[in-house]
């Protein structure tokens, strides 16, 4: 769900901040008032919150890619229905950014195992490129 609230401060309490919303939907305020003992001025700051009720209900949707297992030994899955319609590439790219090594996926695939052994333990990214689109995860190598 997604929930909506709003803030708005330093408006004078003659103005009405109601102004701004749907009549119907309750103001919360808040009043600070500060005291200059150096300059000898006096100040109020208001602030109104206005909380909304859940503006929509969003369907979760299934990620692009999964990797797994995370953190990997010497191979992991990777999943994606990017890979369905026309094919892509997997990248494997370390923290520098510098290509270890590329795999081809044909069209019509939906997981492939990517064999990592021969690196050593840190931190990678795993970057698929399909439908024009270019996503990227991190994993770990620990063995």
Do not use: R, W
């Not at 103005?15 to 100040?43: G, V």
């Not at 949707?61 to 953190?71: R, S």
């Amino acid at each position: 769900m997604a929930y909506d609230s709003l803030v708005i401060g330093g408006l004078p309490s003659s103005e009405a901040p109601s102004a701004f919303f749907m009549p119907d939907i309750p103001l919360k305020s808040l009043t600070i008032d500060f005291e200059s003992l150096q300059e000898s001025y006096y100040t109020s700051y208001h602030f109104y919150l206005a909380t909304l009720n859940p503006t929509t209900i969003e369907e979760m949707e299934k990620p692009d890619f999964e990797l797994f297992p995370n953190p990997v030994e010497d191979a992991f899955v990777v999943h994606s229905l990017l890979f369905m319609d026309e094919g892509g590439t997997i990248e494997i790219c370390d923290l520098k950014g510098q290509k270890l090594t590329q795999k081809q996926i044909k069209a019509g695939t939906k997981s492939t195992t990517i064999d990592v052994s021969k690196l050593v333990n840190g931190v990678y990214f795993c970057t698929i490129h399909s439908k024009g689109k270019l996503l990227t995860k991190k994993f770990i190598i620990q063995k």
